[in-house]
């Protein structure tokens, strides 16, 4: 479980996903203000945790929540995060649609899936979706905070 662990830095981090670059400026993660996060997930036990997870980043600010996808679509358009960490079995709308969505009016937002079920038939339709990676929540307390980070320095090139 998330809660009460600590997250371990990541010695060989993977590359961006092939063709993910914005073409921003910007510097280090580390060097500029917090990357801003939007949670989305219909479970409210797992938003907080991951919530506090990040909060222990000093670098990252958790802006946030969301327990669908309608809602995450709400929520990015007025919060405008950098970052949306995005599950994606949820009422009312799912992640891959909320992701689409959100791609298509905010083409340089970074979305990150976030489930359970990373089958390659989800994990095709989320990536197709606007996606640039998913992660499998049971991995998150390893694999969340240096994905997050390295999506963002990549994002800024």
């Given at each position: 479980?998330?809660?009460?662990?600590?997250?371990?830095?990541?010695?060989?981090?993977k590359p961006a996903?092939?063709?993910?670059?914005?073409?921003?400026?910007c510097p280090p993660m580390s060097a500029r203000s917090r990357a801003r996060v939007?949670?989305?997930?219909?479970?409210?036990?797992?938003?907080?945790?991951v919530s506090r997870l990040l909060s222990t980043e000093p670098d990252i600010e958790v802006v946030g929540e969301a327990s669908n996808g309608q809602?995450?679509?709400?929520?990015?358009?007025?919060?405008?995060?950098?970052?949306v960490v995005m599950d994606?079995?949820?009422?009312?709308?799912?992640?891959?649609?909320?992701?689409f969505l959100i791609r298509e009016e905010w083409p340089d937002m970074i979305v990150v899936g976030f489930s359970t079920f990373a089958e390659k038939s989800v994990k095709a339709?989320?990536?197709?979706?606007?996606?640039?990676?998913?992660?499998?929540?049971?991995?998150?307390v390893y694999s969340l905070i240096p994905t997050l980070h390295?999506?963002?320095?990549?994002?800024?090139?």
């Open positions: 479980m998330i809660q009460g662990m600590t997250v371990p830095s990541e010695t060989n981090p996903p092939a063709g993910y670059k914005s073409g921003k400026t939007l949670i989305v997930d219909d479970d409210r036990v797992l938003r907080n945790s809602d995450a679509v709400t929520r990015a358009r007025t919060l405008r995060p950098d970052l994606i079995r949820m009422p009312l709308m799912d992640g891959i649609e909320a992701t339709r989320m990536m197709k979706a606007g996606a640039v990676e998913l992660l499998d929540k049971g991995d998150a390295r999506l963002w320095d990549a994002h800024c090139v």
